[in-house]
């Protein structure tokens, strides 16, 4: 049980929400966020001291969390077609893109270590989408016959990106700054 700090100023309790992601600040070891299912985003400082809720950003089940690398108060989160970025350590939340599909749902995302400019997002429908700009303009670099599973950048050099789909084959390909892959690989997974 973890305490929530609740408009009466009594402790409240996270033992009611369900998780759907967990993600830490890269630059930060105390830093936490959780997305739930159905209430939003959740985060701490301090695991000791208790939880937070996220009030600006809406009631639904977020799909991925993830911070950037460089300037940790940039967070990234996904529900359903939405990303929304918050500037202000998770205080308020603006959506950045929508995608047109209604129908398709973001289920992996990832950004560069290197640099942060670039994000990349798995989506239901197996495309890959890469942002060159912080996430303001979007473009489709690989499509994929299956659900994104996970986006993995390698630690050595950042452009090698690795995709992992629903049906459990892994790929592989160089992604430039012009969002465009320069090589692709299938990879037998096992």
Same mark, same amino acid.
């Given at each position: 049980?973890?305490?929530?700090?609740s408009?009466?100023?009594?402790?409240?309790?996270?033992?009611?929400?369900?998780?759907k992601t967990?993600?830490?600040d890269p630059?930060?070891?105390?830093a936490?966020?959780?997305?739930?299912?159905? /209430?939003?985003?959740?985060?701490?400082y301090?695991?000791?001291?208790?939880?937070?809720?996220?009030k600006?950003?809406? &009631?639904?089940? $977020?799909t /991925?969390?993830?911070?950037?690398?460089? =300037?940790?108060?940039?967070i990234?989160?996904?529900?359903?077609?939405h990303l929304?970025?918050? $500037?202000?350590?998770?205080?308020?939340?603006?959506?950045?893109?929508?995608?047109?599909?209604s129908?398709i749902?973001?289920?992996t995302?990832?950004?560069?270590?290197? =640099?942060?400019? /670039?994000?990349y997002?798995?989506?239901?429908n197996?495309?890959?989408?890469?942002?060159?700009?912080?996430?303001?303009?979007w473009?489709?670099?690989?499509?994929?016959?299956?659900?994104?599973?996970?986006?993995?950048l390698?630690? &050595?050099?950042?452009?090698q990106?690795?995709?992992?789909?629903?049906?459990?084959?892994?790929?592989?390909?160089?992604?430039?700054? =012009?969002t465009?892959?320069?090589?692709?690989?299938?990879?037998?997974?096992?």
């Amino acid at each position: 049980q973890v305490a929530v700090p609740s408009i009466s100023g009594m402790p409240g309790s996270l033992t009611s929400l369900d998780v759907k992601t967990l993600a830490l600040d890269p630059s930060d070891n105390t830093a936490i966020y959780l997305g739930s299912y159905d /209430n939003g985003i959740y985060y701490s400082y301090n695991i000791l001291s208790g939880w937070m809720e996220s009030k600006d950003f809406p &009631k639904v089940t $977020v799909t /991925n969390i993830a911070v950037d690398p460089q =300037n940790k108060c940039d967070i990234y989160a996904t529900f359903t077609n939405h990303l929304y970025r918050s $500037v202000d350590c998770a205080r308020t939340w603006k959506q950045i893109y929508l995608d047109a599909n209604s129908e398709i749902s973001f289920t992996t995302m990832a950004i560069d270590f290197y =640099n942060p400019l /670039n994000i990349y997002l798995g989506n239901s429908n197996g495309d890959v989408l890469k942002s060159i700009d912080g996430g303001t303009s979007w473009r489709v670099i690989k499509r994929l016959e299956k659900q994104v599973s996970q986006i993995v950048l390698s630690p &050595k050099d950042s452009r090698q990106v690795y995709v992992a789909t629903k049906d459990a084959k892994l790929y592989t390909f160089l992604s430039n700054t =012009n969002t465009n892959p320069s090589t692709s690989a299938d990879i037998e997974a096992n």
